[in-house]
């Protein structure tokens, strides 16, 4: 595979640790692949997960989603069985890993919306690592 893009957990200090594990494991196989013609036109993007979410003023882009998309990543995170029923670290929020998410691209949106920029019913924000 030669991808253009690639995403990774930007929250790397999850409390599990896998995030930051993941993050590591991917930049040194990039790290191993420097020099490949391919990887010049490669993109590398962090999101973050159910808890927080990047300032407005470090995003590099910010996907709308469409209330079917919110609906499609609900059953994504359904599939991701770590993620679901019963969040291993929730911490003071009892509530399950979809509904924070869908809380924070939600919280998002309507803050784009309050600096003037259409109204979407969820958006993901990403930060460009290189």
């Known amino acids: 595979m030669q991808p253009h893009q690639i995403y990774l957990a930007g929250d790397l200090a999850d409390p ?5 594990v993941c993050t590591e494991a991917v930049l040194e ?5 420097q020099g490949e013609e391919w990887l010049k036109e490669c993109h590398v993007w962090l999101y973050r997960g159910a808890w927080m979410e990047w300032e407005l003023g470090k995003v590099d882009m910010a996907v709308p989603l469409s209330p079917d998309e919110v609906i499609k990543k609900r059953h994504a995170i359904y599939r991701h069985l770590s993620q679901k029923d019963i969040v291993p670290f929730p911490g003071e929020d009892p509530r399950e890993f979809w509904q924070r998410a869908e809380e924070r691209t939600g919280n998002t949106a309507r803050l784009y919306d309050e600096l003037g920029m259409a109204e979407y019913q969820a958006i993901e924000v990403f930060v460009k690592l290189f």
Do not use: D, E
């Open 29 to 33: 196989a990039i790290n191993q692949l």
């Open 16 to 20: 599990h640790g896998t995030h930051r």
